[in-house]
Nanobody, 121 residues
């Protein structure tokens, strides 16, 4: 009924940039917070950045000043601009959104399938 589809991952050298996109589709009624998480090999999944419907943002300390989260409410899409990438940013990045389906009419958390970001030194 509801899908989150990510794109934009890949391999980049340290210091480079990537832009991730995540589009929500399906039986959408309303979307609250949207965010990006990441999970490195052997580590727990962590919140990278989050943005409210109104545009308020928060970031994990390790990406502040390098990553920027934004969203286009008309396109039901959230973005993550990643600059000055470091090898420690290597992880699978997951999109996350708090969505009210037009079918169920209650909010649930949905996840994308994940996109690999690899930063070489």
């Amino acid at each position: 009924q509801v899908q989150l589809v990510e794109s934009g991952g890949g391999l980049v050298q340290a210091g480079g940039s990537l832009r991730l996109s995540c589009k929500a589709s399906g039986s959408l009624f309303s979307i609250n917070d949207m965010g990006w998480y990441r999970q490195a090999l052997g580590k727990q999944r962590e919140l990278v950045a989050d943005i409210t419907r109104g545009g308020s943002t928060k970031y994990v300390d390790s990406v502040k000043g390098r990553f920027t989260i934004s969203r286009d409410n008309g396109k039901n899409t959230v973005y993550l601009q990643m600059n000055s990438l470091k090898p420690e940013d290597t992880a699978v990045y997951y999109c996350n959104a708090d969505i009210k389906s037009s079918v169920t009419r209650w909010y649930e958390v949905y996840w994308g399938q994940g996109t690999q970001v690899t930063v070489s030194s």
